[in-house]
């Protein structure tokens, strides 16, 4: 079967033209890394840029990458008309038997549903829900990805929805939907976990410094457990010096000897991290999938994840991790807690969690399933 995915290259959103190869979001890499493993896909990607780079031919053997070069002025301004037209000159070359757009934040699903192909989608942030969260300015970006994203979802011919939490959100816009989980990276299947012998147990918050992820409450809901139990915070993730939530978190952390910041991080130094974590906390305010539940959870590192959302398709409490209530200092600290004086129970949980990942999330498994909607969609046999 002919596929064509249609996904960012992260050059172009960071701005990273001298990179030589393109590298994509962590759950649409790790979905075309599972293609790679099913001889019977041919899969073309396709991205757009605003300026040249460096383009291989391919990216396996039977994944093919195509950069299409667009002006500034099809871009954000005209709702990203100009991508969806190069796209849809591009595909008319492919021709695939099938078009998947990768999100509704910018130009994927919009090209998409104009490509004159069958297609589908997937929902990998529920927009309309950030942009309500996050009380996003009427002209800014979540405004426009969450008009996009209500414009979109109804004229494709379903969204593959990676949480029950998005489909449930997605079904009045398009009622034909399927739950597949994203794909993790084979690659942290591999991680071994082993935390540094005589060292406080090191908890990992791993995400963007924003309101939405709740970095700032979190902090301060441990302060009183900082003083009964040695432990070390870590918090990874890009924060911008000069807003107000950025700088409050900056100040919160410097006041804390068990706070640290260690910045962005890339998958390479995630894997690192986790390899010499004891926990993983993710206390968010709305999140689908977040991809660092399922990565930790491959890597067989212990979470405990905010009951909101998508996060209770990904973890079974007491079984493969811990929920806390994000708005609720209390919860928080305990949930930290209980890891903290019973890490046997929670290690045991992290090993059944990495069983169910193994089976749930690999990328073989997800790209299969993928394949099966596509055959849906045509009217053929699976």
């Known amino acids: 079967m002919k596929i064509a995915i249609l996904t960012t290259d992260n050059r172009e959103q960071l701005k990273d033209y001298a990179a030589a190869a393109p590298y994509f979001g962590t759950a649409p890499e790790a979905l075309v890394q599972g293609f790679a493993m099913l001889p019977e896909a041919e899969v073309h990607v396709v991205s757009c840029a605003r300026q040249p780079m460096q383009t291989p031919e391919k990216l396996a053997d039977n994944v093919w990458f195509h950069e299409l070069l667009v002006p500034r002025n099809g871009w954000t301004r005209t709702a990203f008309l100009g991508c969806a037209r190069a796209v849809r000159k591009k595909l008319r070359e492919i021709r695939p038997a099938i078009v998947h757009g990768q999100g509704t934040e910018r130009d994927c699903a919009i090209s998409a549903i104009r490509s004159g192909f069958p297609n589908v989608l997937t929902i990998h942030g529920n927009m309309r829900l950030i942009a309500k969260v996050t009380k996003a300015p009427l002209f800014s970006f979540p405004r426009l990805s969450a008009w996009l994203e209500s414009y979109a979802v109804p004229r494709s011919q379903g969204v593959v929805c990676i949480t029950r939490y998005t489909e449930e959100f997605i079904k009045p816009l398009n009622a034909r939907t399927w739950v597949v989980p994203n794909a993790v990276d084979k690659n942290f299947f591999e991680v071994k976990i082993c935390p540094p012998a005589g060292q406080p147990p090191r ?180």
């Open 203 to 382: 908890i990992l918050c791993v995400g963007l410094i924003c309101v939405r992820k709740n970095q700032n409450a979190f902090i301060r809901a441990l302060d009183p457990l900082a003083q009964r139990h040695k432990f070390e915070l870590v918090f990874l993730g890009k924060a911008t010096p000069g807003r107000a939530y950025e700088d409050e978190f900056l100040g919160l952390v410097a006041e804390r000897p068990w706070c640290r910041h260690a910045g962005f991080t890339d998958r390479e130094k995630l894997k690192q991290h986790f390899s010499g974590a004891s926990l993983l906390a993710l206390p968010s305010l709305e999140d689908n999938c977040p991809m660092v539940i399922l990565e930790a959870m491959a890597t067989g590192l212990p979470v405990v994840g905010a009951n909101v959302g998508g996060v209770p398709d990904l973890i079974e409490a007491s079984q493969t991790g811990g929920f806390c209530d994000p708005l609720d200092a209390a919860s928080m600290s305990a949930a930290i807690e209980r890891v903290l004086t019973n890490p046997a129970a929670a290690w045991q949980m992290a090993a059944e969690a990495k069983k169910q990942a193994q089976a749930r999330f690999h990328p073989r498994v997800i790209a299969a399933r993928h394949l099966e909607i596509y055959r849906e969609v045509l009217g053929k046999e699976s």
